[in-house]
């Protein structure tokens, strides 16, 4: 019973010169880690504009909804969701020439997160601001003319 030993070259990572250079190799091509991999983007504070018939502005558990009305068929519902103290929150809410409802509750949410509420018709012109931020305003709001409409294009 004569059993054959065969002796098998096993690679001994940690001596063999190939494995260490496809090692340096690997970690010298590896995209570099994020050094703040939890940093929070920085938001502009863009208006948000509603138009279209049949907008509602509500109060649900403490945050505010917000459903963008309809200007054609067909068309998706466009709802917004804002919580209190949100950074995601819009620096206005315009609301250009249409119809819909809003309740008491949200005047009173508006107010507290100090975010204006801004009514424009549709000639441009502002028929009413609430809130306490609308005085703070940075950029007033520009009536727009068909004539700056035609030298804009042009």
Same mark, same amino acid.
């Given at each position: 019973?004569?059993?054959?030993?065969?002796? =098998?070259?096993? #690679? *001994?990572?940690?001596? *063999?010169?190939?494995?260490?250079?496809?090692?340096?190799?690997? !970690?010298?091509?590896?995209?570099?880690?994020?050094?703040? +991999?939890?940093?929070?983007?920085?938001?502009?504070?863009?208006?948000?504009?509603?138009?279209?018939?049949?907008?509602?502005?509500?109060?649900?558990? %403490?945050?505010?909804?917000?459903?963008? %009305?309809?200007?054609?068929? +067909?068309?998706?519902?466009?709802?917004?969701?804002?919580?209190?103290? *949100?950074? =995601?929150?819009? $620096?206005?809410? /315009?609301?250009?020439?249409? $119809? %819909?409802?809003?309740?008491? *509750?949200?005047?009173? !949410?508006?107010?507290?997160?100090?975010?204006?509420?801004?009514?424009?018709?549709?000639? %441009?012109?502002?028929?009413?601001?609430?809130?306490?931020?609308?005085?703070?305003? +940075?950029?007033?709001?520009?009536?727009? $003319? +068909?004539? $700056?409409?035609?030298? /804009? #294009?042009?």
């Amino acid at each position: 019973m004569g059993a054959a030993l065969v002796k =098998t070259a096993i #690679r *001994d990572p940690a001596i *063999d010169g190939q494995s260490w250079a496809e090692r340096c190799h690997y !970690w010298l091509t590896a995209p570099p880690v994020n050094p703040r +991999p939890f940093r929070r983007r920085r938001h502009t504070h863009e208006p948000l504009i509603l138009t279209g018939h049949g907008m509602r502005l509500r109060v649900n558990h %403490g945050a505010l909804v917000v459903r963008n %009305g309809f200007t054609h068929y +067909p068309q998706p519902v466009e709802e917004y969701r804002f919580f209190r103290g *949100d950074r =995601t929150l819009p $620096s206005r809410i /315009i609301v250009l020439d249409g $119809s %819909g409802s809003l309740s008491f *509750d949200v005047l009173s !949410w508006l107010s507290e997160q100090n975010l204006p509420l801004i009514r424009i018709n549709w000639r %441009g012109e502002v028929v009413t601001a609430l809130g306490k931020g609308h005085a703070q305003m +940075p950029n007033p709001l520009y009536e727009i $003319s +068909p004539k $700056s409409l035609n030298r /804009i #294009r042009h």
